[in-house]
């Protein structure tokens, strides 16, 4: 299974960003994930296969969308409003089981990460 992810750049505050990643498996479930300075690696959105379900960290919540294109592969996540502290790299990750999960070890798969920055 491949993930390939696009989309980061450098935006200013209050602007948006559309990341994408194509899964060589259309049927998995799909999550972002991003890491900061810190070692930890935060989720960030979950949607199930076909995408009738979703899920969001506090922090997205209001200001993310995730969303998928079942014909391609692939999933988007709608950054809207970002901050500062969005800044990360973002890592899609993919699961054979079809629903959505919060929990980074619980993907099988996962893409290169790219690179986000929020900065005026």
């Known amino acids: 299974v491949q993930l390939q992810a696009s989309g980061g750049g450098l935006v200013q505050p209050g602007e948006s960003l559309t990341l994408s990643c194509t899964c060589s498996k259309r049927t998995f479930a799909m999550g972002w994930f991003r890491q900061g300075p810190g070692p930890e690696r935060e989720f960030v959105a979950s949607?199930?296969?076909?995408?009738?379900?979703?899920e969001y960290a506090d922090s997205a919540k209001g200001r993310f969308a995730i969303s998928r294109d079942n014909t391609y592969g692939t999933v988007y996540l709608q950054m809207n409003s970002l901050k500062p502290e969005d800044t990360a790299v973002y890592y899609c990750?993919?699961?054979?089981?079809?629903?959505?999960?919060?929990?980074?070890?619980?993907?099988?798969?996962w893409g290169q990460g790219t690179l986000v920055t929020v900065s005026s």
């Open positions: 949607i199930s296969w076909p995408g009738t379900k979703t």
């Open positions: 990750a993919a699961r054979a089981i079809q629903t959505t999960s919060r929990k980074s070890s619980e993907y099988t798969f």
